[in-house]
């Protein structure tokens, strides 16, 4: 097999940038640290880069997130990460978030929960309720009384 068909379709990224480089381009937040410390921000670029998404990062009045591109994900995602030391997540925090990023109106947003050894665990929330994916089929619902 030809080595260089096979290799020539594999899109290439940018580099990631390393951690002193990351931490000069970060934008200062108006109250502080946020939501996550930058080590927090620069494990989920790094987990983010690593599933081949291309991702943005902005900031806020409050916080850093990033607008992601890419494989997995839907034309444009907002992401916010959240350190697992932050100790202020409630339903109003929860419910603020969709109104600050990008302005007012966000359908959904993707939860990033930072551990303190870098993982990254996605949690996509909706500002609506939403149905569940997998329904009950036809049959279920005469059996329950729909």
Sequence with gaps: MNRKRRFSNVVKQPPLPSFS????????????????TSLDLYCALSQLHGQ???????????FHYFVALGSSWEDEDIII?????????????????????????????DLALVDADGSMTKYRLYNSVKPPSEGLNRTKRRELGD
């Design 81 to 109: 990460p959240v350190s697992c030391r932050y100790g202020f997540i409630s339903l109003n925090f929860l419910q603020s978030l969709f109104t600050e990023p990008e302005g007012a109106g966000n359908l959904h947003i």
């Design 21 to 36: 480089e990351f931490c000069a381009s970060l934008p200062h937040l108006d109250n502080g640290e946020g939501l996550a």
């Design 52 to 62: 081949g998404v291309t991702a943005t990062l902005r900031k806020s009045s409050r």
